[in-house]
């Protein structure tokens, strides 16, 4: 039997987007925008926001429902990509809900998995690339980094080339630690394709991509994972990579400080590699 004071489900998941929509106000006065509580909907809550570069007023209603929250703009008065720069940062507030576990990654024993993503961030007329890698042993994350890059050959790309160049980043480590066979797990197919000659590489960025890694004499072996499905260690260079993209930064160790609490584990293992 239900108790008595337990809200519906409507109650209940507009409460809850109350609690994400005092996030998001404080997450957005970081970028300058003034943003206010409006009406309780059922399974929502109403935001009204405001910016020095806009002219108007923009409204916006946060949902939550069964199994993720969601952020839907209202009218038809948004400048072009201002909507999706929103909606990034946004769900940079989610992460911690995407998780399904915070156990240790599975691997064989002795081996070496490195996670790597990518991210694209357009704000004010500008844009940025996120990218990370994160290295594993034991189960146990022992390294990483993650930055951000704006270069126009590839900013044509968009979060492609930050996937690119987290492969890229992951064969420098191997170089720097004597690494000749790891693991690379990925959501983004292009990144074993180019690798292997599957597609052809029509571009710059990805030309480059694939001398690189022929010339690296690292043995990989390529994993494809599913992106957005509480995976630990995808979830977790996704959220540093978007991290690096939105605030343009460059964190050579990872620090876990950056991570939401669910994410965060402790290295313990020495950074080698077999």
Not at 131 to 156: N, T
Request: hydrophobic letters at 35%.
């Amino acid at each position: 039997m239900i108790p008595h004071d337990t809200p519906p489900p409507a109650q209940h998941a507009s409460e809850k987007a109350r609690r994400l929509a005092d996030a998001f106000v404080g997450l957005l006065a970081q970028f300058g925008y003034t943003a206010t509580l409006g009406a309780v909907v059922n399974y929502g809550q109403k935001v009204s926001l405001s910016h020095p570069s806009l002219s108007h007023t923009l409204c916006a209603v946060i949902y939550v429902g069964k199994e993720k929250a969601s952020f839907v703009k209202e009218g038809k008065n948004w400048p072009d990509g201002l909507y999706d720069s929103l909606l990034h940062k946004f769900r940079t507030l989610l992460e911690p809900e995407l998780m399904v576990s915070t156990a240790p990654i599975a691997q064989s024993a002795g081996s070496t998995v490195a996670y790597v993503d990518g991210s694209y961030c357009e704000e004010d007329r500008s844009a940025h690339i996120g990218w990370a890698f994160e290295i594993w042993r034991d189960g146990e994350s022992i390294d990483g980094q993650a930055g951000s890059i704006s270069h126009p050959d590839a900013l044509s790309l968009r979060n492609v080339a930050g996937e690119c160049h987290a492969v890229e980043q992951v064969l420098e480590w191997c170089r720097a630690n004597d690494c000749t066979e790891i693991e690379i797990r990925f959501d983004y197919i292009g990144l074993a394709n180019w690798a292997n000659g599957t597609w052809r590489t029509n571009a710059v960025q990805t030309q480059r991509y694939r001398e690189r890694v022929e010339s690296s004499g690292v043995r990989i072996t390529w994993t494809k994972v599913q992106a957005h499905t509480g995976e630990y260690g995808n979830t977790r260079v996704d959220y540093f990579a978007r991290h690096a993209a939105t605030h343009h930064a460059f964190f050579p160790e990872l620090p876990v400080s950056i991570l939401p609490a669910h994410f965060r584990r402790s290295r313990t293992a020495p950074v080698s590699c077999r």
